[in-house]
């Protein structure tokens, strides 16, 4: 009688923790998928399938199948060279599904026309080589020197930099003076930082645009443009983050892009 109270509660608290342990388990689902071509509905192979929730992952089989532990509202992302990326947050639909099918969309990559050895032989080449009339790439400055054989001259760049970097080439200091700072090398500056600037621009937008975010979130409409707003991705955070790491950082503010909007509806 003595031992009975003490191996009741111990018996109690034995049953507490496997009924715990019971539900952690049944929480975990092994879900299963295949993956597709969107156009061709064939199968598509070695697809690396990553859980970010739990940093844990797979790759499909040669028919595009492929499973996976999950947990409700987990977020998977699916990654293929050839392809844009997939990313999917768990819901009851699809853990009430025998299977998902998930369709990607393949990466089209624009090449510049090529023509291949539009001057014959080898021959004909060096000849036409020699012949050519190359421009010198030099401006004359005027007023710097009189009138001479030799003139005084500078190169032409495309950049102001490779002016600073030449400028041990300078026989004076009004001609470093003039290369560096005259009307002409400030406007080879703003032409050249412009350039960048669109080039950065276009980069980003092919990054983060309408359809992206869409196949990443699938919001549309109205509610798609909201998200974007929400994102406030700088330019420089877009140019700085890798496909993989940019679709990560959209997941994160779907999430609380989502738990914000619930909050407002039950207000």
Known sequence: MFFAKPMRILLFITLLALQASFGFAQDRYLLGGV????????????????????????????????????????????????????????????????FIEVKMAQREYLLGEVEINPFGSKEQFRQRFMELEVDDGTIEIAGIQGPSKDRRTIPITEDADEIKKAKHLFKSP??????????????????????????????????????????????????????????????????????????????????????????????
């Open 35 to 98: 993956l597709k071509n969107h156009l061709t509905a064939e199968g598509i192979p070695n697809v690396h399938v990553m859980n970010l929730t739990d940093s844990l992952a797979t790759i499909s089989s040669l028919e595009g199948a492929f499973k996976i532990p999950v947990h409700l509202g987990d977020s998977l992302v699916f990654t293929s060279i050839g392809y844009h990326s997939k990313a999917l947050i768990v819901t009851s639909k699809e853990l009430a599904a025998d």
């Open 174 to 267: 009004a001609s470093f003076l003039y290369g560096n700072f005259s009307k002409d090398a400030k406007a080879r500056q703003e032409l050249h930082r412009l350039e960048a600037d669109k080039e950065k621009h276009r980069y980003n937008n092919s990054k983060f645009n309408e359809d992206v975010v869409h196949r990443i979130t699938s919001f549309e409409g109205p509610k798609l443009l909201e998200f974007m707003d929400y994102c406030n991705f700088s330019e420089d955070q877009i140019f700085r983050y890798s496909d993989y790491e940019l679709t990560v950082a959209i997941l994160d503010k779907q999430k609380s892009f989502e738990r914000i909007s619930r909050d407002s509806t039950t207000e």
